[in-house]
T-cell receptor, first 111, second 113 residues
Framework: QQQVKQSPQSLIVQKGGISIINCAYENTAFDYFPWYQQFPGKGPALLIAIRPDVSEKKEGRFTISFNKSAKQFSLHIMDSQPGDSATYFC??????????FGTGTSLTVIP | NAGVMQNPRHLVRRRGQEARLRCSPMKGHSHVYWYRQLPEEGLKFMVYLQKENIIDESGMPKERFSAEFPKEGPSILRIQQVVRGDSAAYFC???????????FGPGTRLTVT
């Protein structure tokens, strides 16, 4: 049973465009929602995270939008660059003990 | 501040052998988590440890897998009598406490031949 559903599986965006990745969850006990970026052969690196008391968080070109009532959250990458090409994982955690990860989105930014 | 260290980075074992994976958390972090990643899949939680204690092992297979985080030294994930299905990337993460960010190491890629 997949606790966090992520879409799309893959995404191709032109340089300068907006990349949008969506995640949905069911467990209302989740209270921490991070996004990770992973390059081939590397470990996931924390990009940005949000808690349910805010609806949006922005750090540079990366923005998380959070909809508590719909139990959905999304990552927006503005002005996407070829260097952003990587796999992105959303995750959710009820207490911080363990994270439930989405299945990942492979992003390709075309120059 | 050095990041999470894992070794070895690559490990090849024959079926039936033991695999021992090591993880040194970031300085000041006392919480360690192990995850497994299969090709084209997300990360699956295996176990959460604090120094000398297993806090949550709900994601660990019941047999052949064990983990420890001794008072001194790195955390170790041990897989006994490996099988081909154990081939995966194993990631360790650490955090300074609960409900805060987890920082991942570079992973150990286990190949069982």
């Amino acid at each position: 049973q997949q606790q966090v559903k992520q879409s799309p599986q893959s995404l191709i965006v032109q340089k300068g465009g907006i990349s949008i990745i969506n995640c949905a969850y069911e467990n209302t006990a989740f209270d921490y929602f991070p996004w990770y970026q992973q390059f081939p052969g590397k470990g996931p690196a924390l990009l940005i995270a949000i808690r349910p008391d805010v609806s949006e968080k922005k750090e540079g070109r990366f923005t998380i939008s959070f909809n508590k009532s719909a139990k959905q959250f999304s990552l927006h990458i503005m002005d996407s660059q070829p260097g952003d090409s990587a796999t992105y994982f959303c995750a959710a955690s009820p207490t911080g003990n363990q994270f439930y990860f989405g299945t990942g989105t492979s992003l390709t930014v075309i120059p | 501040n050095a990041g999470v260290m894992q070794n070895p980075r690559h490990l090849v074992r024959r079926r039936g052998q033991e695999a021992r994976l090591r993880c040194s958390p970031m300085k000041g972090h006392s919480h360690v988590y192990w995850y497994r990643q299969l090709p084209e899949e997300g990360l699956k939680f295996m176990v959460y440890l604090q120094k000398e204690n297993i806090i949550d092992e709900s994601g660990m297979p019941k047999e052949r897998f064990s983990a420890e985080f001794p008072k001194e030294g790195p955390s170790i994930l041990r897989i006994q009598q490996v099988v081909r299905g154990d081939s995966a990337a194993y990631f360790c993460a650490s955090s300074p406490g609960l409900a805060v960010e987890q920082y991942f190491g570079p992973g150990t890629r286990l190949t069982v031949t």
